[in-house]
Each structure stands twice: as structure tokens, then as C-alpha cells.
């Protein structure tokens, strides 16, 4: 029988975090957008986090008194044990692996699959070697890998829910997971297209300054935005852009670097690659507020990832209507075509093919083809928060319905 319209209005679901802060990363703040566009959908929805900035009437902090940014797994397990058997919820739903959750939805793909990947971006055996012989020296990760590979080992619950195939195929090749326990919901973000103009033309204006270029120059500005400079790539792409450099190519190409990371080993790196002035081509400008007003300005996103689930910037990018450039190790390949909207790298360690894909969006054909590709795919409807909370609302429904 199924359930009747009023019970679906009544149901109540727990998102559990670890830490309920918007500022702390891209994951935490898809937990936010993905809670409130479910609760758009007219389902109760509660987040459960140990640590975060208040109690409200849906954000429930569980270990406040516990001192450290960070909570012990199993505290946090204890407090949520005690927590659901006062406050029942019509479904768990979770982004950390606890065995009593009905679904696992882990924002940064399998423990195993990010520890092997974060060693392949030293680029270096002898680094890459010893990174994966000492992963697991770490205690916290070691007993977030053990609490997932038991939840896999466990038969049918809970459902895991992969925001990405290359996820997907994570829980395959790591923990044998069969087809039947995966569905693919893939990521989304909030789509936000206000753009400040005034701050924008600033920002321009600043940008051609320090670079010491002026509009009749016909740049072409490639923004590359990461919180890991070494994980996402960023040496691959100077190299990439030095190669870039001394090709005769349609226009002049120029990169943005945005993010919260040391530069210094970047600047020094871009001063000593090869014989050309590639130093000259780059402008590091630090964490940005809104992605979306350097965006505005940029010609091609570029994120030549050793590791990414799914990329926000990607997705942010090609709402923008803008180029993508990335690699096969990151799950926002999804929503794109190769060569149609952009271009996926097989390896990201392969600085020519990244210096060739340069080389073709300095073409202004090129970029155009790939922007109206874009817009006439309607990219931006499919990469929408509200296709993914629709598609969890009909995961949860059919799991009740089963259950019942």
C-alpha cells in the first residue's frame, strides 16, 4: 500500500555532520544547500552536527561541551545513539559512516579512495610510497576507513548514495559493493547568477594592472580556484602554462589562481620553469568571497585535480556558461561532454596534453563553441540543488514505502 500525501508532508529526516559551519569548506556548505532545498520540498529536515556556531529549531549540536574543533568518532557516535532514542526521525541520513544510518552519502568519496589519490599529487615514488605506507599513522582516518569498510561489509544497509559515478565505482573496486546497494544522486549547488558589476570591473581593472596587460591585448584568463594547491593540481599547470607560453597561439593566455593556500613554492615554481617569463602570466589573488563575480571576468575554468568527488567550482563554472577544463579523477565529469563543453584529462600528471587543451581555448571560436554548447545543453537545470533534493525526496519515499 502505498503512503498516504499526508504521512509524506509529516516526515521527518536527520542530515548527520561532523560540524555544522558553512565556513569551513565546500562539503559542509552542500550539506546546508542540499538540507534546505530539501526542506523547500515540504519534508522536515534536521541537521545533526557536533560542533557548529548555535542550537536552532533545526540544527541540533551534540557535543558542544567537548573541547577541540574536531569530535572523537565515537563520542559523536554516543551522542547520536543517545540523541535518536528521544527524538525519532522518519530516516538517518548521514555524510559520516555510522552503521545505524539508513543512507551513507560521503561528500568526499571513500577513505580509501582519497588516501591513494592525495599520495599519487607528490609526484614523487619515494613521497608517494611512504604517504601510503603511513596513511593510516593517523588515528581519526584510520578509524573513519575502519567504520566505512564495516558499513560496506554490512548487507543491506544503510543504502549508500554516491554523488558521482566515480564514487560509485569507488564502493565497487574498494569494498565490493554490489550494484543493487549503490544509487548515484549526482552533486548540485545553489545556483546563484547575481553578479556585483562595479566590483567585477574593479576587479578587472586590477587584475590587468598587476599583470601589466590592458585590454587591447586580447588576454584570455584561465581561473583555476582550490583550497589545495598540491592535491588540485596547481603545479601540473604552471608547467602546463610555460609550455603554453611559448606556442604561437590566437591570444595571450593568463592565469587566475584563487584559494586559501601557501603560494610561495608556486611563485618560486613559476619563476623557474623553463626559460620563458610564465611568472609574467600568473596572479595569485588569494581566497575570494564569490566565486561567481571572478568567474564573471574569467574566459575557462581549469582544475587539473589528482582527486575531486565532484567539484563545486567545476559545477559553479559551467552555470556560469564557462569552459571547464579537469580530469578523469574528478566526478563533475558527469555533467559535461568531453570536447563539447570542455575537456577531460586522463592523467593529471600529463603536462603536454594539459599545454595543448591551453593552447585550444586560447582560440576565441573554441571558447564560444563550448559557452553555447553549455547554454543550449541546459547544463545549469541539471547541476540545480533542486534536481538533487527531488531525487533524494524519491530515494526516501521509496525506502519507506519498502519498509512499510
Do not use: W
Not at 32 to 39: K, Q
Not at 138 to 160: G, M, T, W, Y
Not at 323 to 346: C, E, Q, S, W, Y
Request: charged share 25%; with cysteine; proline share 4%.
Amino acid at each position: 500500500m502505498r503512503l498516504s500525501l499526508k504521512f509524506y508532508k509529516e516526515m521527518k529526516i536527520a542530515i548527520i555532520i561532523e560540524r555544522a559551519d558553512i565556513n569551513l569548506g565546500g562539503a559542509e556548505r552542500s550539506v546546508f544547500e542540499m538540507a534546505t532545498a530539501i526542506s523547500k520540498t515540504g519534508i522536515a529536515v534536521d541537521i545533526l552536527a557536533a560542533k557548529g556556531y548555535r542550537d536552532t529549531k533545526n540544527i541540533h549540536i551534540l557535543c558542544r561541551d567537548k573541547l577541540g574543533k574536531r569530535t572523537c568518532y565515537f563520542t559523536f557516535a554516543r551522542a547520536l545513539r543517545k540523541y535518536l532514542s528521544e527524538n525519532p526521525y522518519c530516516l538517518i541520513h548521514s555524510v559520516i559512516p555510522f552503521t545505524f544510518a539508513d543512507i551513507y552519502q560521503p561528500r568526499g568519496g571513500t577513505y580509501a579512495e582519497s588516501v591513494l589519490r592525495s599520495a599519487e599529487s607528490f609526484q614523487n615514488k619515494f613521497k608517494i610510497s611512504y604517504k601510503k605506507l603511513t596513511a593510516f599513522a593517523n588515528f581519526r582516518r584510520s578509524v573513519l576507513l575502519h567504520a566505512e569498510r564495516k558499513l560496506c561489509k554490512q548487507p543491506d544497509k544503510p543504502i549508500i548514495v554516491a554523488i558521482s559515478q566515480y564514487v560509485a565505482e569507488q564502493f565497487k573496486r574498494h569494498y565490493s559493493v554490489s550494484n543493487e546497494r549503490i544509487m548515484v544522486v549526482p552533486n548540485g549547488i545553489k545556483i546563484r547568477t547575481k553578479i556585483d558589476s562595479k566590483r567585477t570591473y574593479k576587479l578587472r581593472s586590477q587584475i590587468l594592472a598587476q599583470l601589466g596587460i590592458k585590454e587591447s591585448d586580447n588576454p584570455v584568463f584561465f581561473l583555476f580556484v582550490a583550497n589545495n594547491f598540491r592535491l588540485k593540481g596547481l603545479a601540473v599547470l604552471i608547467r602546463a602554462m610555460q609550455l603554453a607560453t611559448v606556442r604561437k597561439t590566437p591570444r595571450p593566455g593568463f592565469l587566475i589562481v584563487v584559494g586559501n593556500d601557501k603560494t610561495s613554492q608556486y611563485l618560486q615554481l613559476s619563476k623557474e620553469v623553463g626559460s620563458s617569463t610564465v611568472d609574467k602570466r600568473v596572479i595569485f589573488l588569494g581566497p575570494v568571497s564569490h566565486v561567481q563575480n571572478i568567474l564573471s571576468i574569467s574566459d575557462v575554468a581549469v582544475l587539473p585535480t589528482f582527486y575531486d568527488p565532484c567539484s563545486r567550482f567545476i559545477l559553479e563554472a559551467l552555470v556560469a556558461g564557462k569552459p571547464v577544463i579537469t580530469t578523469r579523477f574528478n566526478g563533475a565529469t558527469d555533467f559535461f561532454v568531453n570536447n563539447r563543453h570542455g575537456k577531460i584529462l586522463d592523467s593529471p600528471e600529463d603536462v603536454p596534453a594539459l599545454a595543448e587543451t591551453i593552447s585550444y581555448f586560447t582560440n576565441t571560436d573554441n571558447i564560444q563553441k563550448a559557452s553555447q554548447a553549455i547554454a543550449a545543453d541546459n547544463l545549469k537545470e541539471k547541476i540545480s540543488i533542486s534536481r538533487v533534493a527531488e531525487q533524494l525526496v524519491s530515494v526516501y519515499k521509496s525506502m519507506i514505502e519498502k519498509r512499510r
